[in-house]
């Protein structure tokens, strides 16, 4: 090497070492909110301190803008949404337990032994796991992916709420299966079959095929399945039928599939295929996408959220134009060759936006209530599924014409509780007073609000639905 060269090394070499001394590693506090995706919550006991029982929220922060390091920039967080100060009075959370994660989280889902007493369908629910060590202790796992580290996590949650990431928490998903989003987890035992798995989805993947990556929760092995083409969106299991239903990440027709997890995958040529059906969305309904999924109480009927375009304009430009977002509602009843019908029963607008449903708590001889996000339009939904419609819309607030939940609202988690434990708001005019009463139902709905780094609690009677008031926010950004 002549000298020229060696003193173009020797500077290259130190701006690369002021570079790292410039800019050295940073790590998001364990203590805020930072672009949160996905919730999931469960519930604990009554105890002397906690007459009224309490919850666990867990709450996925996604470190969207890339202000923290990406490798580590996400973090898993449990909360105790209770204990923990609202906004207004300075927004100090109750972390109970937490970790750091690849950045671009996604969904979250929730698995634990059984459902506490007064929420028999509470949907962490695995019986197939519920003699594993950490089960039986009265703790379960939280599961969620990394899209930018193309990493799934198994994570370790204590009956306290600490979170612990061993040896076997982290799964690196191979190059062809890109932006794993969507979680999902089946755990059934039916004709001498016990299946208990998690599902992920991959909104892009190469050759666009439509890949789902199976987690065995029993053996820790981690399958990559091929759903014929088109990216998957997210998924649902219906326990009722032994069905996973897969939603696409492809604007237009794309494909809507399901199967049954419990029957064996066929090996072809290296690649393992389950036994799906399905078909185009469009053929259910044209103009539309599918996105989130959310199931009836007895599973006969499969809720859709649907984003509607113009379709002549698709047909003749190739381009997506949205027009809205909408609820439709599917049902699965079994027909002659022993698959759902899949008959498309309604439709029903609800606002802009590719935000998520759930499915309120269950109540004997009651109809469900479904909660809908919308994060384009910053707005909440409530669907009744007896009245077939939204019976109450929470958009702007009066007093400041902004998004009354902050912007980008997506994430939902959600819960029956005791009256005794409804929160006293703070008084300032963006929360009401809470509708829940001693001798009546109570239920609370969590919202995140993408954008604002903090977490919405809503309480409503489910037999006085449009009188969902905001009585608190938890949490705040950096």
Same mark, same amino acid.
């Given at each position: 090497?002549?000298?020229?060269?060696?003193i173009i090394a020797l500077l290259a070499f130190g701006l690369?070492?002021?570079?790292?001394?410039?800019?050295?590693? /940073?790590?998001?506090?364990?203590?805020?909110?930072?672009?949160?995706?996905?919730?999931?919550?469960?519930?604990?006991?009554?105890?002397?301190?906690?007459?009224?029982?309490?919850?666990?929220?867990?709450? /996925?922060?996604?470190?969207?803008?890339?202000?923290?390091?990406?490798?580590?920039?996400?973090?898993?967080?449990?909360?105790?949404?209770?204990?923990?100060?609202?906004?207004q009075r300075g927004g100090q959370m109750k972390v109970l337990?937490?970790?750091?994660?690849?950045?671009?989280?996604?969904?979250?889902?929730?698995?634990?032994?059984?459902?506490?007493?007064?929420?028999?369908?509470?949907?962490?629910?695995?019986?197939?796991?519920?003699?594993?060590?950490?089960?039986?202790?009265?703790?379960?796992?939280?599961?969620?992916?990394?899209?930018?580290?193309?990493?799934?996590?198994?994570?370790?949650?204590?009956?306290?709420?600490?979170?612990?990431?061993?040896?076997?928490? =982290?799964?690196?998903?191979?190059?062809?299966?890109?932006?794993?989003?969507?979680?999902?987890?089946?755990?059934?035992?039916?004709?001498?079959?016990?299946?208990?798995?998690?599902?992920?989805?991959?909104?892009?993947?190469?050759?666009?095929?439509?890949?789902?990556?199976?987690?065995?929760?029993?053996?820790?092995?981690?399958?990559?399945?091929?759903?014929?083409?088109?990216?998957?969106?997210?998924? @649902?299991?219906?326990?009722?039928?032994?069905?996973?239903?897969?939603?696409?990440?492809?604007?237009?027709?794309? =494909?809507?599939?399901?199967?049954?997890?419990? @029957?064996?995958?066929?090996?072809? %040529?290296?690649?393992?295929?389950?036994?799906?059906?399905?078909?185009?969305?469009?053929?259910?309904?044209?103009?539309?996408?599918?996105?989130?999924?959310?199931?009836?109480?007895?599973?006969?009927?499969?809720?859709?959220?649907?984003?509607?375009?113009?379709?002549?304009?698709?047909? =003749?430009?190739?381009?997506?134009?949205?027009?809205?977002?909408?609820?439709?509602?599917?049902?699965?009843?079994?027909?002659?060759?022993?698959?759902?019908?899949?008959?498309?029963?309604? /439709?029903?607008?609800?606002?802009?936006?590719?935000?998520?449903?759930?499915?309120?708590?269950?109540?004997?001889?009651?109809?469900?209530?479904?909660?809908?996000?919308? %994060?384009?339009?910053?707005?909440?939904? @409530?669907?009744?599924?007896?009245?077939?419609?939204?019976?109450?819309?929470?958009?702007?607030?009066?007093?400041t014409g902004l998004p009354a939940l902050g912007l980008q609202?997506?994430?939902?988690? /959600?819960?029956?509780?005791?009256?005794?434990?409804?929160?006293?708001?703070?008084? %300032?005019?963006?929360?009401?007073?809470?509708?829940?009463?001693?001798?009546?139902?109570?239920?609370?709905?969590?919202?995140?609000?993408?954008?604002?780094?903090?977490?919405?609690?809503?309480?409503?009677?489910?037999?006085?639905?449009?009188?969902?008031?905001?009585?608190?926010? @938890?949490?705040?950004?950096?």
């Amino acid at each position: 090497m002549t000298r020229f060269p060696k003193i173009i090394a020797l500077l290259a070499f130190g701006l690369a070492a002021g570079c790292r001394d410039s800019y050295p590693t /940073v790590q998001p506090p364990l203590e805020i909110l930072y672009f949160p995706v996905g919730l999931a919550v469960r519930q604990l006991p009554p105890t002397p301190a906690t007459p009224f029982g309490s919850s666990q929220l867990a709450v /996925v922060n996604s470190n969207f803008d890339l202000r923290y390091d990406e490798p580590s920039g996400g973090t898993l967080l449990v909360i105790d949404p209770d204990q923990s100060q609202d906004t207004q009075r300075g927004g100090q959370m109750k972390v109970l337990g937490s970790l750091r994660a690849g950045s671009f989280g996604g969904e979250l889902t929730m698995i634990d032994g059984g459902c506490p007493a007064g929420w028999p369908d509470c949907p962490s629910r695995c019986a197939e796991l519920a003699t594993a060590p950490a089960f039986a202790e009265g703790g379960g796992n939280l599961i969620f992916a990394s899209r930018s580290a193309r990493t799934l996590y198994r994570v370790s949650m204590g009956a306290d709420g600490s979170l612990a990431c061993g040896n076997t928490c =982290q799964s690196l998903l191979p190059v062809d299966r890109l932006d794993p989003y969507g979680i999902s987890f089946a755990c059934s035992s039916k004709g001498g079959s016990t299946a208990a798995y998690a599902f992920v989805s991959h909104l892009v993947a190469a050759n666009n095929l439509g890949w789902l990556t199976r987690l065995d929760l029993r053996s820790n092995d981690v399958v990559g399945m091929i759903l014929g083409f088109d990216g998957t969106y997210t998924s @649902i299991f219906n326990r009722s039928n032994d069905l996973v239903f897969v939603s696409s990440s492809v604007t237009v027709n794309a =494909q809507f599939r399901w199967f049954n997890p419990l @029957i064996d995958l066929t090996d072809f %040529d290296g690649f393992a295929l389950p036994e799906y059906a399905g078909t185009a969305f469009t053929n259910f309904l044209p103009g539309a996408v599918a996105r989130d999924m959310a199931l009836s109480s007895n599973g006969r009927f499969l809720y859709v959220t649907v984003q509607l375009y113009d379709l002549a304009l698709a047909a =003749q430009t190739g381009q997506f134009f949205t027009l809205g977002g909408a609820l439709a509602v599917f049902d699965l009843f079994e027909n002659s060759l022993a698959g759902p019908r899949m008959a498309l029963l309604g /439709v029903e607008r609800t606002c802009l936006g590719a935000g998520q449903i759930r499915r309120l708590p269950a109540r004997p001889n009651k109809p469900d209530l479904f909660a809908i996000t919308c %994060d384009v339009e910053g707005a909440l939904a @409530i669907y009744d599924a007896d009245a077939r419609r939204v019976v109450r819309y929470i958009g702007q607030s009066p007093s400041t014409g902004l998004p009354a939940l902050g912007l980008q609202p997506f994430g939902i988690a /959600v819960e029956p509780i005791d009256p005794g434990r409804a929160t006293i708001p703070v008084l %300032d005019d963006a929360y009401q007073v809470s509708p829940c009463s001693p001798g009546r139902d109570c239920q609370r709905i969590y919202v995140a609000s993408f954008m604002q780094n903090w977490v919405n609690i809503l309480e409503l009677d489910p037999d006085r639905p449009s009188e969902i008031a905001l009585v608190k926010r @938890i949490g705040r950004g950096p």
